[in-house]
């Protein structure tokens, strides 16, 4: 336990975090689409048995949802429900078809209706459990690899490792529109060297999925709390456009006022 | 026990303690710097738990750890007079299902339909399905 404490404890010594593919120059995002679906409840897409950075993520994916307001569909409940009616294996064909398209414009998946599995399996689980919305989340890692320029030996005795991990996020209305999207890029170097991380390097050994999963639960707090890290406050991160305010979380309204644009002036 | 040794214990006790209370303070002084809003629930260890729980799926005591961890959130927000996570009631009621205990999962799965109307769909349907399992 007291492992895992300090897991979760890293996240805010992380200094060599850096975000990669964001500017601060980003266009205003439309939220439009996302205030008139108005969503109370989110349910967490079939996460594909593939891969144990997604099947983690479902581990720290409800506690930032229902702290930004909204009612999330128990995920171990729902995820088994989705296990036993073969859903794992139809998750995994939108993975696929999702990760050839990462290096152009994923999102191509809903708006042009090039792969209509997501859109379809959004209404097929919103009709099971109620839900107004799913959260597809794809945690795509790059691997681990060690930083060739100082040299494999060196690598060995620092145990300096770069950990690069893509999360995608998309939110979709129970009619299969696109509410809201998001990703974020993270290159975690282990070992990185500021004093602290020595302290830190030196007194515990966390394995690769307990760094990944350490790591996407910042991003998390960052795209669906909205809440303002340690490493954005230096400069490395900025906010984005995160999840709107949920109907539990005080603050839902003049979120949503906020984020509705002015009608044009005639 | 004489002061050498008292020096000596407080040496051995120091070691570890001091990475532990590093990081803790870091993560005081890392939530304190980001200014956070005041949480909604209460939600004890359910990260840890869940985290241990999904990378060890077929382990019984880390699912039966976590199935404590939701007992105690529930607890403890009962005694709190807060509301208990989203989630949370059904997910214990989950845990008496696959145990077999389907009259007091039902109860769980109706509580957690009425603290948030949200959830009476997929309730609705965890009931008629403890139901049947019940009726077999």
Redesign the interface.
């Known amino acids: 336990m007291i492992a895992l404490i300090r897991v979760f404890a890293m996240i805010t010594i992380t200094a060599s975090l850096s975000a990669c593919g964001s500017s601060p120059s980003v266009p205003a995002y439309d939220y439009g689409a996302y205030v008139a679906s108005n969503p109370r409840s989110v349910i967490v897409a079939p996460m594909t048995a593939q891969g144990d950075s997604s099947r983690h993520y479902l581990s720290i994916v409800a506690q930032p949802l229902a702290e930004r307001g909204y009612y999330v569909m128990p995920v171990r409940l729902t995820q088994q429900l989705f296990a036993d009616a073969g859903y794992q294996e139809r998750a995994q064909e939108i993975r696929r078809a999702w990760s050839g398209e990462v290096a152009q414009n994923i999102w191509k998946l809903v708006d042009e209706d090039n792969h209509p599995g997501v859109r379809e399996m959004a209404i097929e689980l919103t009709e099971m459990s109620g839900a107004d919305s799913v959260l597809f989340v794809y945690v795509l890692q790059s691997g681990h690899k060690v930083d060739v320029s100082e040299g494999f030996l060196k690598n060995l005795v620092d145990e300096r490792m770069n950990h690069t991990i893509n999360l995608d996020y998309l939110l979709v209305s129970d009619s299969g529109e696109t509410l809201w999207r998001t990703r974020k890029k993270v290159i975690y170097t282990r070992g990185g060297g500021s004093f602290l991380q020595e302290i830190w390097n030196a007194t515990y050994k966390a394995s690769d999925t307990e760094i990944d999963t350490a790591i996407a639960r910042d991003v998390n707090r960052l795209m669906i709390e909205g809440l303002r890290t340690k490493n954005e406050m230096s400069g490395s991160w900025y906010p984005g456009y995160p999840m709107l305010v949920g109907p539990y979380r005080s603050g839902y309204e003049s979120d949503r006022a906020m984020r509705t644009p002015a009608p044009a002036a005639p | 026990m004489n002061d050498r040794d008292g020096v000596r214990t407080y040496g051995v006790r120091l070691q570890?303690p001091v990475?532990?209370l590093?990081?803790?303070l870091?993560?005081i002084?890392?939530?304190a710097?980001?200014?956070?809003?005041p949480?909604?629930?209460l939600?004890d260890?359910?990260?840890?738990d869940?985290?241990?729980?999904?990378?060890q799926p077929d382990n019984s005591s880390r699912q039966m750890k976590l199935a404590a961890t939701l007992l105690r959130i529930i607890e403890k927000s009962d005694k709190a007079g807060r509301k208990v996570?989203?989630?949370?009631v059904?997910?214990y009621g989950?845990f008496l299902f696959q145990r077999g205990e389907y009259f007091a999962a039902i109860d769980h799965f109706r509580r957690?339909a009425t603290a948030?109307p949200?959830?009476?769909?997929?309730m609705d349907?965890?009931i008629r399905k403890a139901r049947e399992e019940a009726g077999r």
């Open positions: 570890r990475s532990l590093t990081v803790m870091l993560s002084a890392g939530l710097e980001a200014k956070d809003p949480r909604l629930y939600w260890s359910y990260e840890q869940m985290f241990l729980a999904y990378a996570p989203p989630g949370v059904a997910e989950y957690e948030w949200e959830s009476k769909t997929l349907l965890m």
